[in-house]
């Protein structure tokens, strides 16, 4: 118990790092007592709240790999262009890509938290994810307020990481929970409903990333513009420029690249298919007035290809223009 005493200590002085050390080494040393295997156990013989801050403290540990969940991207070295002079698509032309290690969230790979851990630490972690989400969108009027042309694009892809980074959480718990051997605890049910309020805000933080790749295209066109000569950083940046503002006009704009969470996107389809069954329900059973105004309004093509979409589709949000990612020069230019 004696380093279990000195990571309390630790916490006491707000070093959280440090006492999450000290508690993996209390655990890999075998230097805790036998039977203790779960935060609850833990609890028993420290205290609730110094059990639950040291949970945190192991959730929010960083990865030993990486720096906040990034890492050089090595399709391009880290250029964000590939050998023709191409935007590198796998990291978005911006040389770094999510952290293999710890698959993007910059927190210590669940492989190094002791087994009966696992799940609590999942559920503190993504609850500050969602939290993040939450306090980044709400804030999100201040960086679209202003004129994005007049703003570094350093602001944005601070904000574009610091989304992904979430996701990526989320996303991690999704993987955690589909492993069959992973399935058993007293924290499952709360880290399932957790994952089904995540998918809601996860579809919200990729509208903001549409968005911000958007005010990434305004940026570099108005600096190509600014630009007088035809050298190849004015053809660099117009390339750019085009390139950022097809990935906002696309419907599935991250998919196939470094930045693709696959488990959460494809969730995501789901509830947004899910919805839109309902809304083609009440399609089905309209009040004859809208018939007769619209009555092939549920066959149109527009419904099989919407984006994910949360509770408030809105007809006028830029990821309605679906499949432009497969009309728009610069992707056929690229094959893809
Ligand atoms: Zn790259
Ligand atoms: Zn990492």
């Known amino acids: 118990m004696e380093l279990i005493k000195q990571a309390i200590n630790q916490l006491q002085l707000g070093h959280r790092q440090k006492a999450a050390q000290l508690f993996l080494e209390s655990y890999h040393h075998e230097l805790i007592p036998e039977g203790i295997t779960t935060p609850k156990q833990l609890a028993e013989v420290i205290s609730p709240a110094d059990a639950s801050h040291l949970v945190s403290a192991l959730a929010h540990m960083s990865c030993v790999c990486c720096q906040r969940g990034i890492t050089k991207c090595e399709n391009c070295k880290g250029t964000g262009r590939i050998s023709n002079d191409d935007i590198c698509e796998a990291c978005l032309g911006i040389g770094i890509v999510a952290c293999k290690f710890c698959g993007g969230t910059g927190w210590i790979s669940l492989e190094d938290i002791p087994q009966g851990f696992v799940m609590d630490v999942l559920v503190e972690r993504i609850k500050v994810a969602l939290y993040r989400i939450m306090v980044n969108l709400e804030s999100s009027t201040e960086i679209f307020s202003s004129d994005a042309s007049s703003t570094d694009p350093k602001e944005y892809l601070k904000q574009f990481l610091l989304l992904n980074r979430q996701l990526a959480v989320i996303e991690a718990g999704m993987v955690f929970l589909e492993a069959p051997t992973n399935a058993q605890s007293a924290s499952q049910n709360q880290l399932e409903k957790l994952i089904e309020l995540s998918v809601k805000k996860a579809i919200q933080a990729w509208r903001q990333i549409r968005e911000l790749l958007g005010s990434l295209a305004q940026c570099y066109l108005k600096e190509a513009q600014k630009t007088s000569s035809a050298n190849i950083r004015k053809i660099h940046l117009q390339q750019k420029a085009d390139y950022y503002q097809s990935l906002h006009d696309s419907f599935d704009c991250l998919n196939a690249t470094e930045w693709e969470f696959s488990r959460l996107y494809q969730k995501a ?68």
């Open 269 to 336: 389809l789901q509830h947004a298919q899910h919805k839109q069954q309902q809304n083609q329900q009440a399609v089905h059973h309209p009040t004859p007035h809208a018939t007769a105004q619209n009555p092939d309004h549920s066959a149109s093509p527009k419904t099989k290809t919407n984006p994910p979409q949360d509770d408030q589709p809105n007809e006028d949000d830029p990821s309605h223009q679906a499949n432009a990612i497969y009309s728009h020069p610069y992707h056929k230019r690229m094959g893809a």
